[in-house]
């Protein structure tokens, strides 16, 4: 019977080629659910806070309607951070690992102080990440014809006026600390308030960030 089989197979097609091909297969499969497992764990809140860095940053989200939702649906760190499917999730962790690198080599942004100076950079890249990419992350929860809202006018507003622009044209600062658009970011401001809200002499926030 299995002779039977074999020969209606091309000649090329030996036992060890069959071996070969049933070996890769599995192989295939076993690296795909080793991705989609290393996606997954790698974009849950618990494993981004193991850098103290990003347990600043978690504990604004916390407070934020995409943590306590009225709907129950909450938004973990890789839901707005991590694009959609494994392999463009894949790569954006591997993108990412340049933030581990600045963890250990740049500057201490263990650091409350270190960490909230450096936060307007931080998030003028997220934001430009998400236009890059039209905020499909955003869109991952969020459809956009079907956004009422409580307004009378803000279903009308997400169909008639939103040509050319992606979410965070409109919606920032919905998560993380508040930090200006770019366009109107001032440092000498930013610096001064920093220092306010920690206690610090003036101008020693311009002494932290040349270091």
Same mark, same amino acid.
């Given at each position: 019977?299995?002779?039977?089989?074999?020969?209606?197979?091309? *000649?090329?097609?030996?036992?060890?080629?069959?071996?070969?091909?049933?070996?890769?297969?599995?192989?295939?499969?076993?690296?795909?659910?080793?991705?989609? *497992?290393?996606?997954?764990?790698?974009?849950?809140?618990?494993?981004?806070?193991?850098?103290?860095?990003? %347990?600043?940053?978690? *504990?604004?989200?916390?407070?934020?309607?995409?943590?306590?939702? %009225?709907?129950?649906?909450?938004?973990?760190?890789?839901?707005?951070?991590?694009?959609?499917? #494994?392999?463009?999730?894949?790569?954006?962790?591997?993108?990412?690992?340049?933030?581990?690198? @600045? !963890?250990?080599?740049? /500057?201490?942004?263990?650091? /409350? #102080?270190?960490?909230?100076?450096?936060?307007?950079?931080?998030?003028?890249?997220?934001?430009?990440?998400?236009?890059?990419?039209?905020?499909?992350?955003?869109?991952?929860?969020?459809? !956009?014809?079907?956004?009422?809202?409580?307004?009378? +006018?803000?279903?009308?507003?997400? !169909?008639?006026?939103? +040509?050319?622009?992606?979410?965070?044209?409109?919606?920032? @600062?919905? #998560?993380?600390?508040?930090?200006?658009?770019?366009?109107?970011?001032?440092? %000498?401001?930013? @610096?001064?308030?920093?220092?306010?809200?920690?206690?610090?002499?003036?101008?020693?926030?311009?002494?932290?960030?040349?270091?």
């Amino acid at each position: 019977m299995s002779k039977r089989r074999f020969t209606l197979l091309p *000649e090329f097609v030996t036992r060890h080629v069959l071996f070969a091909m049933a070996f890769g297969g599995v192989a295939g499969i076993g690296f795909m659910v080793f991705l989609i *497992e290393f996606d997954h764990h790698t974009s849950t809140e618990s494993f981004c806070t193991t850098c103290h860095s990003m %347990e600043i940053s978690a *504990e604004a989200y916390r407070e934020s309607s995409h943590y306590q939702p %009225e709907s129950g649906v909450r938004a973990s760190c890789g839901d707005c951070h991590v694009s959609p499917g #494994v392999f463009a999730a894949t790569w954006d962790h591997f993108i990412g690992s340049k933030d581990l690198f @600045n !963890q250990i080599f740049g /500057p201490d942004y263990d650091d /409350p #102080v270190i960490n909230a100076l450096h936060l307007p950079e931080a998030a003028f890249s997220a934001r430009e990440w998400f236009r890059k990419n039209d905020s499909r992350t955003c869109r991952r929860c969020h459809a !956009q014809e079907a956004i009422v809202g409580k307004r009378a +006018d803000t279903l009308a507003i997400h !169909q008639e006026e939103t +040509d050319g622009k992606t979410c965070v044209d409109c919606h920032i @600062n919905l #998560v993380h600390r508040k930090v200006p658009e770019q366009a109107t970011f001032k440092r %000498e401001a930013w @610096n001064r308030m920093i220092e306010k809200e920690f206690g610090l002499e003036p101008g020693k926030a311009d002494e932290l960030l040349a270091e």
